[in-house]
């Protein structure tokens, strides 16, 4: 099972983020790259998509040992089918 931090004030340059939120009745997300401050995080794709399909994406986009975080909001509650939540 895949574990998961949750996003920090100051997330690590080359770690994925997935943001989740409300989509009607759905919980959707996207996944975001973290680049340096002076640049634009990268966002892949542009379009929402299911949790899970998030987290796959997030996974095969990862660096090594750069961590996957994620950041929850419009009062989204986490899911433990998507793996552990930390911090």
Do not use: C, N
Request: glycine share 6%; hydrophobic share 40%; charged share 25%.
């Amino acid at each position: 099972m895949s574990v998961y931090q949750r996003l920090p004030e100051r997330p690590v340059p080359g770690a994925m983020v997935v943001k989740l939120y409300h989509s009607g009745d759905a919980v959707r997300g996207y996944v975001r790259k973290v680049t340096d401050p002076a640049e634009d995080d990268v966002i892949f794709p542009g379009e929402e998509m299911e949790a899970e399909s998030a987290f796959r994406l997030a996974a095969s986009h990862s660096e090594a040992s750069a961590p996957i975080y994620v950041e929850l909001v419009e009062d989204v509650e986490w899911d433990p089918s998507w793996g552990t939540l930390i911090g």
